[in-house]
């Protein structure tokens, strides 16, 4: 049988619930109803044909509809005569919609928000009607987001850390965990003038509300003792505050950038040297240090097509960067230490020298192997010492 049951009028009703339109209409007094339910009923061919199944279908369908209401049309047949078969089917109130599915409890728990919403914070009443289904998952914490709420309205841009919202119940931890609705709720409430524009997404949450973000911080080993930082002979691994790198300008002359911890930590001592322990694709921090652009900076990274992306990157914040160790050269004298890059990159890339172009297409177009790689960690330690040996 094709025809619609009563359990599938169901799970229709079920959808509407599933799409927060059930409890939408909460928030506009129940204006969606009455709705109409999707029908598959009979035709006059069937009505002659399976008789028997229509009269089971008919009852079947009165049966269930203790919570929505049935249309019917007359169907004249040159044999049975006339007959009334379902026509329509319609869920003429919320309450029956949400009774027909067992929802009632969740729409009594939305109605109490909706009211102590318009109570204290009445400007986030459209986003309980936007995104009920999330309000009911928030129910038990939706409270403490109010008081949140309020407490940012009346302290805009406060510039201190989450910890210090002093709030009962509120710790750094729980606005953390809640970072992606509060913002949508101070988007709502705040003026222009409290949202950072320029910021978003929950890694710019603390900046786009005006929070102490915890600082981005730079780590550094000076590779020649003459400009050690502290007056003692242990290796200066140093981590500090970019604010504090930017305004640093020590004596080194020549700064290297690697992207592996080991790496970094076993660099080899330069005359007047530097090594910093790179992040990828994120060099806005080092670009904020002016002094760097008068230095000789050497980019050490892996011999992948993703190296070649980050050094051309890297090139858009220091037009002068070398690339070190990411030669052809070195590339076949460490042919028993390469690996497979997992997904290379393919697109162009505008700031690599002429050498670098030639490498970098030959990996991209897999020339040399398949996605091939070499990993920096992985070029033999004599290697970079004669390397570094060569530098002018």
């Known amino acids: 049988m094709t025809w619609t049951t009563p359990a599938e009028l169901r799970s229709q009703v079920q959808k509407w619930y599933d799409r927060g339109i059930l409890l939408a209409a909460l928030a506009e007094n129940g204006e969606e109803f009455p709705r ?18 229509v009269r089971d279908w008919i009852a079947n369908l009165q049966e269930g509809a203790k919570f929505y209401r049935i249309e019917w049309r007359r169907i004249r047949h040159r044999v049975l005569g006339a007959n009334s078969v379902p026509a329509e089917v319609w869920v003429d109130s919320l309450e029956d919609a949400l009774a027909m599915i ?10 109490d928000l909706l009211a102590t919403t318009a109570e204290r914070l009445p400007e986030l009443r459209p986003w309980l009607a936007k995104r009920p289904l999330r309000a009911l998952e928030l ?12 407490w940012l309205r009346h302290h805009p841009r406060p510039a201190i850390y989450l910890r210090q919202v002093d709030l009962p119940g509120v710790d750094s931890k729980f606005i953390e965990r809640h970072r992606g609705v509060l913002a949508e709720l101070f988007d709502l409430v705040l003026p222009s003038a409290a949202v950072g524009a ?19 911080r730079v780590r550094l080993r000076l590779l020649d003792p003459d400009l050690a930082l502290f007056p003692t ?22 700064v290297f950038i690697t992207e592996n911890e080991i790496n970094f930590l076993a660099f080899p001592p330069v005359k007047q040297g530097m090594v910093l322990f790179g992040s990828g694709y994120g060099f806005e921090t080092l670009a904020g240090a002016a002094w760097l652009q008068k230095r000789e900076l050497l980019y050490w990274g892996d011999i ?4 070649f992306a980050i050094l051309d990157q890297f090139r858009a914040y220091f037009p ?24 290379p990159e393919t697109r162009d890339l505008k700031r690599l020298t002429e050498e670098e172009q030639a490498l970098y297409d030959d990996l991209r177009a897999d020339r040399l192997g398949c996605r ?4 920096q960690e992985k070029i033999g330690f004599s290697w970079l010492q004669r390397a570094l040996a060569d530098l002018p």
């Open 139 to 150: 129910a038990d914490d939706w409270m403490l987001l109010i008081d949140i709420v309020i």
């Open 320 to 343: 002068n960067a070398r690339s070190f160790l990411m030669d052809r050269e070195t590339l076949l004298a460490h042919r028993l230490c390469w690996g497979k890059e997992p997904q």
């Open 372 to 375: 091939l790689r070499l990993e």
């Open 304 to 307: 992948d097509t993703h190296g």
């Open 102 to 111: 067992g929802r009632r409890r969740q729409a009594e728990r939305f109605s």
């Open 233 to 254: 002979a242990t290796d200066q691994d140093i981590t500090i505050t970019a604010d504090t790198f930017v305004a640093l300008e020590t004596a080194a002359t020549r």
């Open 198 to 216: 320029d910021a978003g997404g929950v890694s710019g949450f603390c900046r786009r509300y005006g929070f102490r973000d915890k600082p981005v």
């Open 36 to 53: 109409r339910l999707n029908l598959r009923g009979p035709t006059s061919r069937d009505l002659g044909e399976r008789f028997g199944e």
